[in-house]
């Protein structure tokens, strides 16, 4: 809509994960670099993790494009991780290319298995890959702990390559998966982009759409600050943010976002709720705000029923207040 009024000659900001809109900060290039030489090197289990919206289906993408310039790799690519541990294998074995109806886990871990051996065994690659994979069930996981297995002396014959958001860390490192955790070759996180880096992902999505000498013009250092202190360099918040600032700028028919627009379209979207230091503040509660907020509850209980609460309903509310 703005793109012909600012000379672009596509959105800058569109929020689908488009490899050609890479702006390789050093996190991202570690990481990228992690999942691909993890893979051909054959390293076994790789794990990518980091927050919302910070980059990591697109470095899956990446990934896919650098690994389909490779005849000797074949993947099943796996994004909806929300799936029973037979649905798991169903799936990951028709993304093969193989027959996966009407069988049951125990076929289709077969069929699975023996795909992966005998491409092995020619010195093929083959890969699996779970975005999103936060989201697997404790089962499905235990499914990919028996997968890791397929190996011989020096190699890992099936690459697995896991990416999520942080709670992905959280259930690997919990006690029932240690197993799947020991198996773990490479692990990296993806953190939000620091000020600099914000510019220069501006900047370069700018450029690419053919804002050049106009692109300090249209998103001048105050806008890139504004845009920075509310997205806190997420790379989606820096799109949603500055897709919208343009839309606005357009409306009002500026040269340039201004950090009032950006400050504005911030509110709207409610960015500034929940600052992070209060979050943490709320995670950090600690023992004595949980009593204080126990006994705030239990007088306001008291007043309410006239009595006091007996010592079992106490430790009710107080065991509530605790788990909230
Ligand atoms: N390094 C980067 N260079 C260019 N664009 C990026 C970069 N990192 C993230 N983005 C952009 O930010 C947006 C969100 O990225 P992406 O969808 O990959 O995040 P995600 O980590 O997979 O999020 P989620 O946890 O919600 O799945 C996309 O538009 C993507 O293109
Ligand atoms: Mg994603």
Known sequence: MYEAFYNLKRGPFEITPDPSFLFSTKRHNEALAALYYGVRWRKGFVVLTGQVGTGKTLLLRCLLQLLKQSKDVAYAYLFSSRLSPTEFLQYIVSDFGLPSAGKNKGELLFDLCNFVVNRGLKGLTTVLIVDEAHHLSAEALEEVRLLTNLETAEHKLLQIVLVGQPELDDKLDSVKLTQLKQRIAIRSHLEPLDHEETKGY???????????????????????????????????????????????????????????????????????????????????????????????????????????????????????????
């Open 202 to 324: 501006i900047e370069r999505r700018l450029r690419l759409v053919g804002a050049n000498s106009h692109a300090e013009l249209l998103f001048p250092a105050t806008t890139i600050a504004a845009v920075y202190r509310h997205s806190r360099g997420i790379p989606r918040l820096i799109n949603t943010v500055c897709e919208n600032s343009l839309l606005s700028a357009y409306a009002k028919q500026l040269s340039s976002v201004t950090p009032e627009i950006v400050d504005e379209v911030a509110r709207d979207f409610r960015l500034n709720m929940v600052r992070p230091a209060e979050v943490e503040k709320l995670a950090g509660f600690d023992e004595i705000d949980l009593q204080r907020a126990a006994r705030i509850l239990l007088d306001l209980y008291a007043s309410m029923h006239k009595t006091l609460p007996r010592d079992t309903e106490a430790l009710t509310v107080a065991a509530r207040v605790r788990q909230a």
